[in-house]
């Protein structure tokens, strides 16, 4: 169990986990791959060649903006996955990705208490972005 947490305990609780974070080693795997932008943050995509269309499988979770010809400006909406397809003027992919929508791991923190799951954004004072009830049997 947690004991409550006043604002100076949480920002030492920030601190170390920040500092867990940084020392695991990375899990993903090379098929596993996806293209990431952080929540309420934009992502430049610069390009080969011209582009013709723009296509965002659920625009709810990113938007994508052509800023000139070569130019392609994502932006995180909410949390999920999605695809992003960009096509030149002759119909062929120059991309197919799959895109991840989340938050910037590094100014989080989770606290467990009980069946309740919290995470606060910690950037730069700590507050709650998410929490959940974990689902009892």
């Known amino acids: 169990m947690i004991p409550h947490l006043t604002a100076p305990g949480i920002r030492l609780l920030a601190l170390a986990m920040a500092a867990v974070v940084q020392?695991?080693?990375?899990?993903a795997h090379a098929g596993d791959e996806m293209m990431r932008v952080y929540m309420d943050h934009a992502r430049?995509?610069?390009l080969d060649r011209p582009v013709s269309k723009v296509i965002i499988?659920?625009?709810?979770?990113a938007d994508a903006t052509v800023a000139d010809a070569k130019?392609?400006?994502l932006t995180g909406r909410s949390f999920g996955t999605t695809n992003l397809v960009i096509l030149d003027a002759d119909g062929?992919?120059?991309v197919d990705e799959r895109l991840l929508?989340?938050?910037?791991?590094g100014n989080t923190v989770r606290v467990f208490k009980q069946t309740i799951?919290?995470?606060?954004?910690?950037?730069p004072n700590c507050e709650v972005h998410t929490e959940h009830?974990?689902?009892?049997n």
């Open 101 to 105: 929508v989340s938050i910037d791991e």
């Open 71 to 73: 130019t392609i400006v």
């Open 92 to 94: 062929n992919a120059i």
């Open 117 to 123: 799951r919290s995470v606060l954004s910690c950037t």
């Open 133 to 136: 009830k974990a689902a009892t």
């Open 23 to 27: 020392l695991a080693p990375a899990t």
């Open 57 to 61: 499988g659920n625009s709810e979770v």
């Open 44 to 46: 430049v995509l610069k």
